[in-house]
């Protein structure tokens, strides 16, 4: 099935008919007499250091297309008139920039006439909002990190290191690198590391992006890498946050520098691009290196209550920890990024690749749990993605282009000296040959908790467990995924106004994982210590592997890919690797008239997701034995593929050269993140026959989530040098996953048991407001203002945990009716950005090249649920009870000042260097992202005040305990349950930090 998907999707691409390619932008314009007006008929015009180039027509017009995005130099000549060269013409993807040329005669005498092109105000042929952040922008501004700058963008929400766009789920935001989709299938992410300095642009489409783009109903992200010009260029720049150049043995000394924590932050940057062997082979290499102390900073108080012995354990612990960064929590990447163009006329091709390397210190318990321990696990990560890209060019106004892309992530975890052998990680003699002897006190030696196998026990203070030093910190795991893709289209214009396109996508995966808990793991060498000092143990090495096979099964091992022990397989009905398919075809029109243009499109997409599902679900007896765990064929099959046509439909209607008006109508289908679908089925059967309550389950079955969106606006030019953009939206989106109870037979040996389903539903709307002004008077300014009301019936897969969990009358499970705003709707949300800048020779000497950039950005809080509960109903919503409506309170709003200060020296003709300090929350707000449910404060989680909760443990301990408490669960955020699945769950924005940058360019 899947081969016939992929010869058809090949066939369209032979059929005629397009506009431009999916990742090139084209420039078109008039060339005229400067004095007369008159258009130039058989004008040259051409981009210098490519083969790219036009005549004019009888209207003096001319188009060239087929660029890759980025700045340029276009020069126009004709017979008796003087050339004239435009620089700085910036090509987008996708999108049209207009270049209009008045050639002065040759009898006029004016000079060499070069011009320096200035950004555009309006980009007239836009029939839906999108938005371009450049190469320059992207240097010029006070942020580091691609998602910061993508959170800057309006309709954007940037909240627990998420991306949201317009009120859709994180996982409803499509990610592209070089026209291919990068998105992490399972997570629903972006899937591949990229550096900021390699970026030519990053455009956001906010919803209503042409049938060329699918897998994403929110809108998608655009990212393009840098190409080498026709000259030499390289960079180095350094960026540290110790700007008092203190020594290692300060990282943890809990003081501040200038006001500001030092957090281990140090990145490391360069470039070289130009030429290669000839002005046809051009190429761009970028490496990127940065380290991370503490890649989360928060503004950790630190701690110091002195030494504490519990009365019932007897443990003693000298409770002290510093200020600043987090023990135990260091990151290294590095990343390497190239592209290499052929300019073989009329073939064209494009390499570019991206790889990471990244490792870094990782544990299965919270950094104040390993107050005492020194013993780290690690992690090593790699993530990538490489396309190759050919574009022929069969007349000026048609060509084709075939891209292929391969995408790949794995990921591992171990203590070191353990590695991948799970059988050892609870065995002493081998953590000691690893250099670690497994911590005994005297009270375990005096109860017997001694013993080669046996696992050591916590160190207790007033109920809270501390991680002695040398526990083994992490268990074994690990994932790989790597996909394909295939892309091709054929353009080409039809006459001066249409330009078609029809096109096809096919991708394919291949999903592995292995994982086992921790204690799980730890407990293995016990039970096969027991297992072969038993009479059930005949001495053979088949009898041993059954046993573990067993062993590792009812412990709930959660493997596809692999086998129960981790060992790679491509093949078996229950351990084959998942291997999805998402396969698509569009045809597009867009047509441009003078005052008006159109994008009309439609595209079908297949979806086969390569998943089982339970034959009968009420019956799950049938595939999965209630007692050993083990799993029959018979009784599950496999899940049925979808299709569906979504039509597109986009205008834009330049009124004035000032005025310009866009609309919008789209539906849009994309598959949910596959981890909400994805379990090892062991692991389910493991799941479902424990009779338990589980906390994030799988749905087997899960289809497509559906959006329709409707959008109108407008951009008015206000200005020479400044427009305004207002664009309002509205979205209704069905089929979101959803928490819910499937019951079984009443004959059944299983219980009823969780499981997703589609069934959240939601509507979002809002208004957009964006404000472009380009350099005047040395000033330049940004800003974005985005107004957003996003309701539903569930902010993520496991909204509705607690209504299933645990029924208000113990009973019946309420399903969500009526809608409720989403946690993670911002009702406001802005950021200005002011550029203040002297050029090389301008104001005083002092002053050249003297930069400050101020980012400005703020929000009105998210919304969350009062509650109150037992203990733990921070962390389990079972244990909780809403004392308001759903989601009716909102955290406060956050404020933050960013600032850059630089200046360039001038070192030789072609040789610059650029000082600068970069200043985060340079007010040192106190910016709170998120609360505890109970008191809706970060400050209390509401349980040391409520006697029901506390007075025992008090009358227990004494008032020692309400210190220790706080600093455990209030200060370093213990007791915060936080968001499941969230990228991070912090409750203040950063604090403030400095850093001190330098950067050579030659």
């Known amino acids: 099935m899947h081969r016939r998907i992929l010869y058809f999707l090949l066939f369209l691409t032979l059929i005629p008919a397009l506009l431009s390619a999916g990742t090139r932008g084209r420039i078109k314009g008039k060339v005229v007499d ?221 003081e501040k520098r200038l006001g500001a924590h030092w957090w281990g932050y140090n990145e490391q940057s360069a470039t070289l691009s130009g030429p290669l062997f000839s002005d046809r082979v051009k190429f761009f290499t970028n490496v990127n290196y940065r380290y991370d102390r503490d890649p989360e900073p928060q503004p950790w108080p630190g701690m110091n209550l002195g030494v504490i012995s519990d009365p019932i354990s007897n443990d003693t612990i000298d409770f002290y920890y510093p200020a600043g960064p987090l023990k135990g929590q260091q990151r290294e990447f590095i990343t390497y990024t190239g592209t290499l163009n052929f300019d073989l006329k009329p073939v064209l091709i494009r390499l570019s690749g991206t790889f990471t390397t990244a490792n870094g210190a990782t544990s299965a318990y919270s950094a104040i749990q390993d107050l005492l321990q020194t013993r780290r696990g690690k992690y090593e990560s790699n993530d990538g993605a490489l396309n190759l ?284 993140a596959l981890n909400t679908a994805y379990r090892g089925l062991y692991r389910v059967g493991f799941e479902i026959k424990g009779g338990f309550f589980i906390p994030q389950p799988a749905g087997f079955n899960l289809r497509p989530t559906r959006t329709t969106q409707y959008e109108l606006g407008f951009t008015q030019q206000l200005t020479d040098f400044m427009s305004i953009d207002i664009t309002g939206y509205y979205k209704d989106i069905k089929d979101q996953v959803q928490f819910t109870l499937q019951n079984t037979d009443r004959n059944s040996a299983f219980q009823s048991y969780n499981v997703l389903t589609n069934g959240d539903y939601a509507t979002t709307k809002g208004v957009e407001i964006t404000l472009n002004m380009r350099r005047y008077e040395r000033l330049a300014m940004n800003a974005s203002l985005s107004f957003q009301d996003a309701r539903g019936t569930g902010s993520n897969p496991y909204s509705n945990s607690g209504i299933v969990g645990a029924p208000l009358d113990g009973v019946t499970i309420f399903v969500p009716k009526y809608i409720s705003p989403l946690s993670y709707n911002q009702a406001l949300r802005g950021n200005v950005n002011v550029d203040y800048r002297f050029g090389p020779n301008d104001g005083p000497a002092l002053l050249h090249d003297f930069g400050v950039s101020v980012l400005a950005m703020f929000n009105s809080g998210h919304p969350f649920t009062r509650g109150i509960g037992s203990l733990n109903a921070e962390s389990d919503a079972r244990f909780r009870q809403p004392i308001e409506a759903l989601n009716t309170s909102t955290t406060p709003g956050e404020f933050q000042v960013d600032l850059r200060i630089d200046k360039t020296f001038r070192l030789m003709d072609k040789l610059s260097l650029n000082v600068y300090v970069y200043v985060i929350n340079l007010f040192d707000n106190l910016n709170i992202r998120n609360v505890f449910l109970r008191t809706g404060s970060p400050e209390d989680d509401g349980v040391i005040y409520n006697p029901e909760l506390s007075q025992q443990l008090i009358a227990t301990y004494g008032e020692k305990y309400i210190d220790l408490y706080k600093a455990i669960n209030v200060d370093y955020q213990q007791g915060y349950g936080g968001v499941p699945g969230a990228a991070t769950n912090l409750m203040y924005g950063p604090p403030r930090q400095i850093r001190l940058g330098v950067r050579l360019e030659y």
């Open 34 to 254: 400067m004095q007369t007006g008159d258009p130039l008929i058989g004008a040259n015009v051409i981009v210098m250091g490519t083969t790219i180039g036009a005549a004019t027509d009888a209207n003096g017009e001319y188009l060239l297309i087929n660029l890759e995005p980025g700045v340029y130099e276009v020069r126009a000549s004709y017979l008796g008139y003087q050339t004239v060269t435009v620089s700085n013409v910036r090509v987008s993807a996708d999108l049209t920039t207009e270049l209009d040329f008045e050639l002065p005669s040759e009898d006029i005498q004016v000079g060499t006439v070069e011009i320096v092109a200035q950004k555009p105000l309006i980009q007239k042929d836009n029939t839906n909002a999108i938005r371009v952040t450049t190469s320059e922008d992207i240097q010029a501004l006070p942020v580091r990190g691609v998602n910061n700058i993508i959170g800057l963008t309006a309709g954007v929400t940037l909240q627990n290191g998420e991306i949201y766009i317009r009120g859709g789920r994180n996982d409803e935001v499509g990610y592209y690198l070089e026209g291919v989709s990068i998105k992490n299938p399972i997570t629903g992410r972006r899937g591949v590391t990229i550096s900021q300095d390699a970026l030519e642009e990053i455009q956001v489409q906010a919803g209503g992006y042409t049938a060329e783009f699918g897998g994403a109903n929110a809108g998608i992200i655009r990212q393009q890498f840098k190409s080498g010009g026709p000259q030499l260029k390289a960079s180095y720049e350094y960026i540290t946050d110790n700007v008092t150049f203190k020594s290692k043995s300060d990282a943890f000394d809990g």
């Open 389 to 672: 890209k050919i574009t022929h060019v069969l007349t000026p106004s048609m060509y084709y282009e075939v891209s292929a892309g391969y995408y790949f992530s794995n990921y591992e975890q171990y203590t070191p000296g353990l590695g991948s052998n799970i059988w050892v990680y609870g065995d002493s003699v081998a953590n000691a040959e690893a250099g670690w002897t497994i911590p005994r006190t005297a009270k375990d030696i005096a109860n017997g908790v001694v013993g080669r196998y046996v696992s050591p026990t916590y160190a207790n203070i007033y109920g809270f467990d501390f991680v002695r030093d040398g526990t083994v910190p992490v268990g074994y795991g690990k994932n790989d995924r790597q996909g394909i893709s295939l892309n091709a289209s054929l353009s080409f214009l039809v006459g001066k106004n249409h330009s078609f396109k029809v096109g096809g996508e096919y991708q394919t995966y291949t999903l592995r994982n292995w994982s086992l808990g921790t204690v799980s793991q730890v407990g293995l060498a016990a039970s096969v210590d027991q297992f072969i000092n038993s009479s059930n143990y005949d001495g053979t090495e088949a009898s041993l592997n059954a046993y573990k096979r067993q062993l590792l099964i009812t412990r709930g091992v959660n493997n596809y890919g692999y086998d129960v022990f981790g060992n790679k397989v491509d093949d078996g009905f229950f351990d084959a690797p998942h291997k999805p398919v998402f396969a698509a075809a569009y045809i597009q029109d867009r047509i441009e008239y003078e005052d008006l243009v159109i994008n009309a499109g439609v595209r079908f997409d297949y979806i086969d997701i390569d998943n089982l599902k339970l034959v009968d679900p009420a019956k799950p007896d049938l595939g999965i034995n209630a007692t050993t765990g083990e799993l029959y064929e018979e009784g599950w099959e496999k899940v049925p593929t979808f299709s569906a046509v979504s039509p597109r439909l986009g205008f834009s209607f330049p009124v004035t050269d000032r005025t310009v008006f866009h609309a919008q109508f789209g539906k849009f289908i994309q598959q949910p």
